[in-house]
């Protein structure tokens, strides 16, 4: 049974930093690339950054793009978004995501999801 679980989040005034983190359990993931995505209040659903599992290639959403900073612990099979000069616009919920390598911007194609960990940004 596969699963991931985020953990890391909470509250942090405007300009601070968080590391989240996502364990993956319950299958290889070689062939994978792991995603971060966000859903703010009443907001769709979307894309931050992804890594693919093999060769560690990121993608960067251009929001994320000088700011965050994704990698992954092959042996620990863990995946990390750290995030650095944060802006209260970044408050959401942060999923991990687990899909087939192609299409890392594509939550649609993702087939695995953990459940979330809140991040609030005060100003």
């Known amino acids: 049974q596969v699963q991931l679980v985020e953990s890391g989040g909470g509250l942090v005034q405007a300009g601070g930093s968080l590391r989240l983190s996502c364990a993956a359990s319950g299958r290889t993931f070689s062939r994978h690339t792991m995603g971060w995505f966000r859903q703010a209040p009443g907001k769709e659903r979307e894309f931050v950054t992804a890594?693919?599992?093999?060769?560690?290639?990121?993608y960067y959403a251009d929001s994320a793009k000088g700011r965050f900073t994704i990698s992954r612990d092959n042996a620990k099979k863990m995946v990390y978004l750290q995030m650095d000069s944060l802006k209260p616009e970044d408050t959401a919920v942060y999923y991990c995501?687990?899909?087939?390598?192609?299409?890392?911007?594509?939550?649609?194609?993702?087939?695995?999801w953990g459940r979330g960990t809140q991040v609030t940004v005060s100003s």
């Open positions: 995501a687990a899909g087939p390598l192609g299409a890392p911007t594509n939550q649609y194609r993702y087939n695995y």
């Open positions: 890594v693919d599992w093999s060769d560690g290639f990121t």
